[in-house]
């Protein structure tokens, strides 16, 4: 077991506390965020992106992520490990279950899966099976082609009432953790107060439990030149990696990130 567990970040909900989560694809950086102080690292399919090239995370497979979270687990000491299943691994619930258990018996100590309330069954049946579960809302990459791009989610009253329904209902199939992504920041303040567990955003303004950040934009690193509003660069006036990790830590726990500029409005 982690020093980090979904306890651990239960109860910095209750206290109020900020999480703090970074995506992590190998050991050597698993280590520098374990002496950060990340609380989460996420093994996210963004590693299609940013590590293999692909102009989107669907290219991604099962045995990738399998391999990228048994690195990062080799690296980790203190972090929980979340790791994302690859498009398409959980479409069905034999799939959900299959593919989740890889992705634990790799290292990982929990699952994110990508969608809405039709989760729910699968969230039910890998919960029962003692894999927790995050469900990731708003912008999900994955569905990028039927949303039409990457575009905030939640603007208008009809789809801001879903999402917030859909919230509750993956809290009561037994999802452990909510991810909300480029959803404006009042309406990921509501889901945030109206769910006991915690929820971390990711352009989704400060007022979610905790943050995550995807590694090489806040290391200010980009393969497109394509830097999207909600990420701050961490190098900017730090002397190296470590330094730029810790004031990821730093600025999050004390919500100076986001700043109001990093979020959206409906
Ligand atoms: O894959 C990933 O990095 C993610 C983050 C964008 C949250 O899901």
């Known amino acids: ?86 498009f398409m691994a959980n479409a069905t619930l034999e799939q959900s279950l299959n593919n989740s258990a890889l992705l634990m018996k790799a290292g990982a100590h929990m699952v994110k899966v990508e969608g809405a309330v039709w989760l729910a069954e699968s969230i039910r049946a890998m919960t029962e099976r003692g894999i927790p579960v995050c469900a990731h809302m708003g912008l999900t990459p994955q569905t990028v082609n039927v949303l039409g791009g990457y575009k905030v989610q939640g603007r208008n009253e009809n789809q801001a009432r879903q999402m917030r329904a859909d919230a509750i209902a993956l809290e009561q199939a037994g999802a452990a953790m909510l991810l909300l992504e480029c959803v404006p920041s009042e309406l990921a303040a509501e889901i945030t107060h109206a769910v006991k567990i915690p929820v971390i ?35 900017t006036g730090q002397p190296d990696i470590q330094s730029a990790l810790s004031a990821y830590v730093t600025e999050v726990k004390a919500v100076s990130f986001p700043a109001t500029e990093h979020g959206f409005s409906a």
């Open 201 to 235: 955003g990711i352009g989704a303004g400060s007022d979610t439990d905790g943050q995550v950040l995807v590694l090489h934009d806040m290391l200010g690193l980009s393969l497109t030149g394509r830097v999207p509003k909600f990420v701050k660069n961490f190098m």
């Open 1 to 86: 077991m982690p020093a980090i567990t979904l306890t651990t970040l239960q109860s910095l909900k209750q206290k109020g506390e900020k999480i703090t989560m970074l995506t992590c694809y190998d050991a050597t950086f698993a280590h520098a965020c374990n002496q950060a102080g990340v609380e989460v690292l996420l093994v996210g399919d963004s590693l299609g992106m940013v590590l293999q090239g692909h102009d989107s995370t669907l290219p991604v497979t099962t045995a990738e992520m399998a391999y990228h979270v048994a690195c990062v687990k080799r690296g980790n000491q203190d972090a929980l490990i979340l790791a994302d299943m690859a």
